[in-house]
């Protein structure tokens, strides 16, 4: 262990020494802490966090009707039950679950709030990751020093969502907002608002809004798969009425998790099937629709993209009731007033919501460098779906596109805290998985996906291999039997105490004798 008796204090500009630093203090940096608590309790670690506040995602959005778009049972913690009697819950009870996780395993008084990664270099001749972050509140630059890297830092950027440029923006005379960075003291009473996109964050905010505005319009160029499940689990109601809590949560986490997968094995085994009962089930809710087919008929297949999900069909109760109509058209150019489509019809706004989605980022856009060397993360191969090749002692969580995206958390960390472990056992203080196939296929990051957000980040993402362990198998189960289950000294990756730098032929003999 490499540790100081005070590493997490602030109060300077000193180096603080870690044997594990975590980037990011929400749902996955706080997992990962409760992991290494847990399984590795003599590890010292300490977390960066540029915001003031825990939670990531949770403390950063305040939109209107802001939720989770999985169920609790699946984007919560495998080792925290979820409690409360909403599982598709809004973002307040996702933060507090988030502040009690950190509260149980003592997690918060090794936050550094308010601080920026900016770099981190990686040293082989001293195994050692120095990271600097830019300290918010004056701007200077603090320098943590950790053996192992645990990248928890989100996918987007937390600093601007994306909006792309619409032709006479600046003649509009209303509000125009991002969901990214919605105003406090925002009213929207009485108010006629256009809200831009037919994502998940559009399909929450519009029936919250039109509760009380007076019309609500989604614009959408095209439509998107729509999915109306209970925010209250009945199936969950009924077992923690009949088990102890954790039991209970256990048995309505798996049978949720299997039932993402069926969902989406259907979905790309049989995608007109899946289509046509999605489409039902939306034209049952919304009878006597005139447009169905223009405005919720998809031009892609099931699962292409995530599903929508609509919590107790309040977006369809909402169209039913004649508070929100949808327009799909393409925008021309903005007004004084409102909008002009390339159909010719105009539509009047006091407010229009961008909801335009992310700007995808990974590392928390942190500038990396091995042995002085800059890396592109675009040139690096998986491993594993957590490390990337020739990349030492670095982990990073990236969730799932198909499911909760959290359900990787619990099992990356679960990997994190193996390889440390097993790196204890065999005196090795540097762990690279080395890619010896030079002529192994680069595939896509994430293939099958058609999402907006990953289709303007393709270019600079990491790369899937064609074979086991280089490539990322989006299938929660196989991946979760690799990283809990299967040797961690897999052959590939490489344990030392070398000084040589990473690609240079690293001397193991001093590993080799600690293990025996």
């Known amino acids: 262990m490499v540790s100081t008796p005070d590493a997490v204090s602030v109060a300077s500009e000193r180096i603080a020494d870690v044997d594990v630093l975590i980037v990011g203090a929400g749902l996955s940096g706080i997992g990962a802490a409760a992991h290494l608590t847990m399984q590795c309790p003599g590890k010292s670690y300490a977390i960066v966090e540029q915001r003031a506040d825990m939670g990531g995602t949770w403390d950063l959005f305040r939109y209107p009707g802001i939720r989770s ?3 609790m049972h699946t984007l919560g913690y495998r080792f925290k039950p979820w409690l409360h009697e909403k599982t598709i819950a809004d973002g307040p009870a996702i933060w507090d679950y988030v502040r009690e996780t950190a509260e149980e395993f003592n997690i ?6 308010r601080h920026r990664v900016i770099k981190a270099d990686w040293s082989s001749a001293d195994a050692t990751w120095t990271v600097t972050a830019r300290r918010e ?10 053996n192992f890297l645990f990248m928890c830092a989100g996918y987007y950027n937390y600093d601007e969502g994306y909006k792309p ?3 006479g923006e600046e003649n509009f005379k209303g509000q125009v907002i991002h969901p990214q960075h919605w105003p406090d003291d925002f009213d929207h009473a009485g108010k006629k608002v256009i809200v831009i996109g037919s994502g998940a964050t559009a399909v929450t905010i519009v029936p919250v809004m039109a509760q009380t505005a007076a019309k609500v319009t989604m614009l959408q160029r095209s439509p998107t798969y729509m999915v109306s499940r209970p925010a209250i689990d009945p199936f969950s109601r009924f077992m923690r009425k009949i088990l102890p809590e954790k039991i209970a949560y256990a048995v309505t986490r798996w049978r949720n998790i299997n039932w993402q997968r069926l969902v989406y094995w259907r979905a790309r085994s049989a995608p007109d099937k899946m289509a046509k009962t999605l489409l039902d089930e939306a034209r049952e809710a919304m009878p006597g629709y005139e447009n169905f087919e223009t405005d919720f008929v998809p031009r892609y297949g099931p699962w292409e993209q995530r599903l929508c999900l609509v919590p107790d069909a309040d977006m369809f109760d909402a169209i039913n009731k004649g508070k929100v109509q949808v327009v799909t058209d393409h925008i021309d150019h903005w007004t004084e007033t409102g909008i002009k489509l390339k159909s010719g019809k105009e539509l009047e706004a006091d407010v229009i919501v961008t909801a335009t989605g992310l700007n995808l980022v990974l590392l928390g856009q942190t500038d990396l460098s091995v042995d002085g060397k800059p890396i592109n993360l675009a040139d690096h191969v998986n491993y594993k779906g957590v490390m990337f090749n020739d990349i030492p002692n670095m982990a990073s969580v990236f969730g799932y596109v198909n499911a909760s995206w959290t359900l990787k958390t619990d099992i990356v960390a679960d990997y994190v805290c193996r390889l440390l472990n097993v790196m204890d056992a065999k005196g090795a203080k540097i762990a690279n ?3 010896d196939e030079p002529g192994m296929p680069r595939l896509p990051f994430v293939e099958d996906f058609s999402s ?3 289709a303007r980040s393709f270019d600079k993402l990491p790369k ?8 990322v198998l989006q299938n929660y189960a196989a991946e979760k039997k690799i990283l809990t289950k299967d040797p961690v000294d897999d052959g590939v990756m490489i344990f030392s105490n070398a000084s040589a730098k990473m690609g240079d032929s690293a001397d193991t003999t001093d590993v080799m004798e600690a293990a025996e």
């Open 137 to 146: 509140e004056d701007g200077a630059e603090v320098q943590f020093r950790a």
């Open 433 to 435: 998985p080395h890619l």
């Open 165 to 167: 440029d619409f032709p």
């Open 69 to 71: 778009d999985s169920d």
């Open 464 to 471: 899937n291999g064609d074979r086991h362990p280089w490539r």
């Open 452 to 454: 907006s957000y990953f």
């Open 108 to 113: 918060k008084q090794h936050i550094h709030f």
